[in-house]
C-alpha cells in the first residue's frame, strides 16, 4: 500500500506557472505506475498525465505541450510542472498511483487560474 501527499498548489495568473509535488512512503514507489488527475467544479476527474515505472508518460491533448510529469523514484516523489496555465486548469489536482490494478489516491491540492 502507498500513501500519497501533494504539494504546491495555489494561485496564478494566466500565462504563468506552477509545479505541484507529491510525495509517496509505505511502499516501493518504483513499482508504480504514477501520474495526476484533476477535477473542476461541476465536472469528472479526468486524466491529466501518467508517466509509467520505464518513464513513458501519456498526456490529455488539452495538456499537452504545457504540463510535464516527472518522477524521482529515489526521493520516491512525483512532479507536474505547468505551464502557460489557463483558467480552464483551474482544478484539484490529485496524484495517483496504480499497481496490479489496485490505485491509490492523494488527498488533492488546489490549482487556481485567473484572468
Known amino acids: 500500500q502507498v500513501q500519497l501527499v501533494e504539494s504546491g498548489g495555489g494561485l496564478v495568473q494566466a500565462g504563468g506557472s506552477l509545479r505541484v509535488s507529491c510525495a509517496a512512503s509505505g511502499s516501493i514507489f518504483s513499482f508504480y505506475t504514477v501520474g495526476w488527475y484533476r477535477q473542476a467544479p461541476g465536472k469528472q476527474r479526468e486524466m491529466v498525465a501518467i508517466?509509467?515505472?520505464?518513464?513513458?508518460?501519456t498526456y490529455a491533448d488539452s495538456v499537452k505541450g504545457r504540463f510535464t510529469v516527472t518522477r524521482d523514484n529515489a526521493k520516491s516523489m512525483m512532479y507536474l510542472q505547468l505551464s502557460s496555465l489557463k483558467p480552464e486548469d483551474t482544478a484539484v489536482y490529485y496524484c495517483?498511483?496504480?499497481?496490479?490494478?489496485?490505485?491509490?489516491w492523494g488527498q488533492g491540492t488546489q490549482v487556481t487560474v485567473s484572468s
Open positions: 508517466i509509467t515505472t520505464a518513464g513513458s508518460t
Open positions: 495517483y498511483a496504480e499497481r496490479r490494478g489496485i490505485s491509490y
